[in-house]
């Protein structure tokens, strides 16, 4: 599991769960269509399991490199 920050700054572990609706954000702000976004969306369950479910993911060419590096992130 990855170890990320809090909004206060305390370490908590990250279980890679994300819902639909997180998962909507992140790629709203990286700049996805809604029509992208909804076809992603059928295709995952809810909450998806970034780890489990990255096969389905990279089936639309997203993996967490390819967001960063459309959210103007650095590695």
């Not at 890679?16 to 029509?35: D, I, K, P």
């Not at 992603?40 to 390819?66: C, F, K, M």
Request: glycine residues 10%.
């Amino acid at each position: 599991m990855k170890t990320l920050l809090t909004d206060i700054g305390r370490p908590r572990r990250d279980s890679g769960l994300r819902s639909h609706q997180e998962v909507a954000r992140v790629m709203r702000r990286a700049g996805y269509s809604g029509e992208v976004i909804s076809d992603v969306l059928s295709q995952l369950p809810d909450p998806t399991d970034l780890e489990r479910d990255q096969q389905i993911l990279a089936r639309y060419g997203l993996s967490s490199e390819r967001l960063m590096d459309r959210l103007g992130g650095s590695p």
